[in-house]
């Protein structure tokens, strides 16, 4: 099967998400059949709840939509580097593949701050891609955050 780079569905999460007036994060999830069966984008002003992230939020109903607590197999696209909650959801998700676009030396836990994966205490590491369509994702953020100061 030919590789299909799912990160436009997630940048096209990440502008709802700013339209929303949240943090524009967006993420999907692919299933082993290369179908999208989860997309979600930030929703932690939305619902209260600083666990909202577009991560947490794709896990949630790809788990829900498969009936399992578990996404082995499973590809996870996200604009933004993950933060440590996010990072160890995925590893308790199972997912295989993690790609994501622009780096977060603020809040991310992937590629710098803990590296939650590089723990022993991790006991599931999924395959990381980093820097997938990071320059639309970045573009976002700032433009998010030029807009509120
Ligand atoms: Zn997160």
Avoid at 77 to 85: F, I, S
Avoid at 111 to 133: K, N, S, T, W
């Amino acid at each position: 099967m030919q590789f299909k780079s799912h990160m436009q569905a997630a940048l096209a999460e990440a502008e709802a998400a700013a339209r929303r007036g949240e943090v524009p994060v967006g993420a999907v999830i692919v299933a082993p059949d290369g179908r999208v069966i989860a997309r979600a984008g930030n929703r932690t002003r939305e619902l209260n709840d600083p666990t909202a992230h577009a991560e947490i939020l794709a896990i949630r109903a790809a788990c829900a939509a498969l009936g399992s607590e578990r996404l082995a197999g499973h590809d996870l696209y996200v604009t933004l580097e993950p933060c440590p909650m996010c990072a160890a959801a995925l590893a308790n998700a199972r997912i295989a593949r993690l790609y994501y676009g622009a780096g977060d030396p603020k809040s991310g836990g992937v590629a710098q701050g803990p590296r939650i994966f590089a723990h022993p205490q991790c006991h599931h590491v999924p395959e990381v891609y980093d820097g997938i369509a990071a320059e639309p994702a970045e573009k976002l953020l700032k433009e998010f955050f030029a807009a509120r100061r």
